[in-house]
């Protein structure tokens, strides 16, 4: 695709993502995480990541899940790929499992208990 293309795509997700379209989010996260239209920027892609997994959105939910599994944070992503399991995204069983083995039967059923807690917030659209 034409730069020129990806800029203005990128341009407009922005726009609806910062009008609360929670896809609009998530399709920001991933053109900041590969410099796709907008200037590579981790911050700022696990930043929008986080406010899509936020507002319900599974894929992001998975992927800030596993964000959060790589920086050691293994009872936040344990929530995130839970709430990614229960919206259907199975691969985030599989990682959340393997986590769950490495976690005291406390921590397991904190992390089930702010699952099971969790509502998303509230989205424009």
């Given at each position: 695709m034409?730069?020129?293309k990806k800029q203005n795509r990128a341009r407009w997700y922005l726009k609806a993502a910062e009008g609360g379209y929670v896809?609009?989010?998530y399709n920001v996260s991933l053109c900041y995480s590969y410099g796709e239209g907008l200037v590579?920027?981790?911050r700022q892609a696990r930043r929008w990541m986080k406010r899509a997994a936020d507002r319900g959105h599974s894929k992001a939910q998975f992927e800030h899940g596993l964000g959060l599994f790589s920086e050691g944070e293994m009872m936040k992503a344990v929530v995130y790929l839970?709430?990614?399991t229960r919206?259907?995204?199975t691969a985030a069983a599989h990682v959340k499992n393997v986590i769950l083995q490495q976690l005291s039967v406390t921590s397991r059923d904190r992390a089930m208990l702010l699952a099971d807690n969790w509502r998303a917030l509230p989205t424009s659209h």
């Open positions: 034409h730069p020129l896809r609009a989010m590579h920027s981790h839970e709430l990614a919206a259907g995204e």
